[in-house]
């Protein structure tokens, strides 16, 4: 498996991170197979959310891991915290008790990467600083992030923030690239000129954030997959194509399609299924051409101007 630098930090971690927002759909046999099937494919780098199955995403993924302190400096862990039950929370009390549930759940003292989730409206970003300090200094977090964040609100916290925010989870895909077909079409007078995000990739290329695409095989928020769906014929011919073209699967095209930007993101997965984890990370070795890429992203509908 490839790796990365996330962000401006020095820590190491794989093209493909590994996300746990459904290992609760596993039982204890399954989960602890999938994990492993994940370190075995150089996918040590897995992403949390203490709203995950209400917490308990994160106690099955510590179970089936079987933690202990060996088999922690193995692995990266990620998690994000500030969604709550009809809101969201940036407050420092929030964010230090949240974390706390976390470490206690994945059976850990630390987190490598900590994620605010969704933005606040009303975050106050001196608390979020405040509670990132706290963090650092009692060793509980090791390094900070965003998730769903355009420039401005990154700016926000980075005015009182004193840590480098090194990775910004995204929702991304082939067919959800507004982010992408923005900064395409620019100064056109069609629906993908409009730039939905405030220029988020270029901000994030130019800040050194490593983007994390989250669904990186969904249509719309959370519709379905677009990999073999009657949605996206034309789409899928061409992932076929290509797919045959280099002898690996679907799967393994629509990841390696975005690990061809050159901007390095870190996808995040988010299957539990063995084979598509195995595909996922077949993609580290794959490199699109100029050509593919183009065929692809106007495959799914993506113009260009």
């Given at each position: 498996m490839k790796k990365i630098k996330l962000g401006t930090s020095s820590l190491e971690v794989p093209v493909v991170a590994v996300g746990c927002m459904r290992i609760n759909s596993l039982d204890k046999k399954q989960a602890e197979t999938f994990v492993q099937t994940a370190l075995e494919e150089g996918a040590n780098f897995f992403d949390h959310a203490d709203?995950?199955?209400?917490?308990?995403?994160?106690?099955?993924?510590?179970?089936?891991?079987?933690?202990?302190?060996?088999?922690?400096?193995?692995?990266?862990?990620?998690?994000?915290?500030?969604?709550?039950?009809?809101?969201?929370?940036?407050?420092?009390?929030?964010?230090?008790?949240?974390?706390?549930?976390?470490?206690?759940?994945?059976?850990?003292?630390?987190?490598?990467?900590?994620?605010?989730?969704?933005?606040?409206?009303?975050?106050?970003?001196?608390?979020?600083?405040?509670?990132?300090?706290?963090?650092?200094?009692?060793?509980?977090?090791?390094?900070?992030?965003?998730?769903?964040?355009?420039?401005?609100?990154?700016?926000?916290?980075?005015?009182?923030?004193?840590?480098?925010?090194?990775?910004?989870?995204?929702?991304?895909?082939?067919?959800?690239?507004?982010?992408?077909?923005?900064?395409?079409?620019?100064?056109?007078?069609?629906?993908?000129?409009?730039?939905?995000?405030?220029?988020i990739l270029d901000y994030c290329r130019l800040h050194d954030i490593t983007v994390q695409p989250w669904s990186p095989f969904q249509y719309g928020f959370f519709e379905g997959v677009f990999l073999g769906s009657d949605k996206f014929p034309e789409l899928n011919r061409v992932i076929d194509a290509v797919a045959a073209k280099y002898g690996v699967s679907n799967t393994t095209i629509a990841i390696a399609w975005l690990l061809r930007h050159p901007a390095k993101m870190q996808p995040i997965t988010g299957t539990m299924n063995l084979d598509r984890i195995k595909d996922c990370c077949k993609a580290s070795d794959i490199t699109l051409t100029r050509e593919d890429w183009y065929e692809i992203y106007r495959a799914a509908g993506n113009i260009l101007p």
């Open positions: 709203i995950y199955g209400g917490g308990a995403c994160e106690e099955i993924f510590a179970d089936a891991i079987q933690m202990n302190g060996d088999i922690r400096e193995k692995v990266i862990l990620q998690s994000k915290v500030g969604i709550r039950k009809g809101s969201f929370d940036f407050s420092k009390e929030h964010i230090l008790e949240a974390v706390n549930g976390s470490l206690k759940r994945l059976k850990t003292d630390y987190l490598d990467v900590l994620l605010l989730h969704r933005p606040d409206a009303l975050v106050e970003p001196e608390e979020v600083a405040e509670a990132f300090d706290q963090l650092e200094r009692s060793g509980k977090v090791r390094h900070f992030g965003v998730s769903n964040q355009k420039p401005m609100q990154i700016e926000l916290l980075k005015k009182h923030v004193k840590q480098p925010l090194v990775a910004n989870q995204l929702q991304l895909s082939i067919t959800n690239a507004t982010m992408i077909s923005n900064g395409i079409n620019v100064n056109m007078e069609n629906d993908a000129a409009i730039d939905r995000d405030g220029s």
